[in-house]
């Protein structure tokens, strides 16, 4: 299963467009943080081991050919999230002035 994740998540980053060694910069981060955490024999483990991951999916990239860029930049970040929004947002949202009798409009009143 971890395996088929890691095919997966490297798969969805390379063709949305961001850097494919994601999932590998962080195997990388997960292997320095817990270096001696994982069990010596790793049958025992509910995780195939950190190391072993990061070869796989260092050959995935290859095989695939993914862009093994580790940093896109702000602005093609922002880019992503602005058609993201652009997706997500409806048509023709509401402004409070277009508000129908059936929406009533909340003000707030005070208490003396």
Known sequence: MEREADIL?????ARAGYAADGLLNLMHTLQKEYRNQEPSL???ST?????ERIRYIRGLMREQNYTPFAFEGVERHQQIQAHLRSILQPANPKTPQQQTAA?????PTSSR
């Open 47 to 51: 995780h195939p081991p950190t190391a």
């Open 9 to 13: 998540g490297t798969r969805i980053l």
């Open 103 to 107: 929406e009533p409009t909340l003000t």
């Open 42 to 44: 790793p049958w025992f």
